[in-house]
């Protein structure tokens, strides 16, 4: 697939980016990626997909915009409150980019709808909440052999990895039964999420045209109380009953 004079303008900044080139370019123009949700992570991640040119994403998030979510979620807007959250992103990212194509799905992820989702992409950021959602995805992702960058926060820490079906571990090997101290409500920064989500977004563009090192069988762990950052290996359960050995 070959880029538009228009694209070229619009993208020729990331040329020069060792490895990546024009060839990178297209390979993301035939990319299409499923980010769930979009949140103060999961936003973040899908406006920088958008800007780098990622040919399509669909957006995938259920629920109106409340006040309290402003502080994070820099796709939204204050007269959008009570509105439909994944529509303001979805032309915000439009907006942002008229040269690719934009899809919403007004629910969030579940055992019901994960495998139809993961398996009409060719990639999976994860962003979401709740642990179920996540787990819906890692199981899709598995059987459907899709590449899945995990991310999440909580306070001020920030975590992110990539697991790749056959290759590397699943979230079920790095976390085998939800967190105990895992809520739906939990501390945070705009500064963190936005942060993260724009790492897992540089993590998509790795995968989805085969340049630089993702982040496999590591996870990136990043401490801004502290301002400490490490990569943790994470090990292969060959145990594990979503991606191990029977």
């Known amino acids: ?87 303001h992103a979805a032309a915000r990212l439009r907006a942002l980019n008229p040269h690719i194509v934009i899809e919403t799905i007004t629910e969030n992820i579940s055992e019901a709808n994960a495998a139809c989702l993961v398996g009409g992409v060719d990639l999976v950021v994860d962003a979401a909440p709740l642990f179920e959602e996540r787990y819906a995805m890692n199981r899709a992702a598995v059987q459907l052999g899709k590449p899945m960058v995990e991310c999440a926060m909580y306070e001020m820490e920030a975590y992110c990895t990539t697991f790749l079906p056959g290759t590397t571990s699943c979230l079920a090997c790095l976390c085998p039964e939800k967190p105990s101290y895992w809520q739906r409500k939990f501390p945070v920064f705009g500064a963190v999420s936005g942060m993260i989500g724009s790492i897992a977004a540089m993590e998509a563009i790795k995968v989805l045209a085969g340049f630089a090192e993702p982040l496999l069988d590591r996870m990136l762990v990043i401490d801004l109380k502290s301002s400490n950052c490490r990569v943790q290996k994470i090990r292969r359960n060959p145990r594990c009953l979503i991606c191990g050995h029977p």
């Not at 040919?55 to 439909?84: E, F």
Request: contains cysteine.
């Open 1 to 87: 697939m070959s880029l538009t004079d228009a694209e070229r303008s619009q993208y020729e900044w990331q040329f020069d980016v060792e490895g990546f080139g024009e060839s990178g370019q297209c390979k993301l123009k035939e990319s299409s990626v499923l980010v769930s949700r979009c949140g103060g992570v999961g936003g973040s991640a899908a406006w920088q997909l958008a800007a780098a040119g990622v040919g399509r994403i669909v957006l995938a998030h259920g629920g109106i915009l409340k006040a309290a979510d402003l502080n994070r979620q820099t796709l939204m807007a204050h007269d959008w409150l009570g509105k439909p959250r994944v529509e």
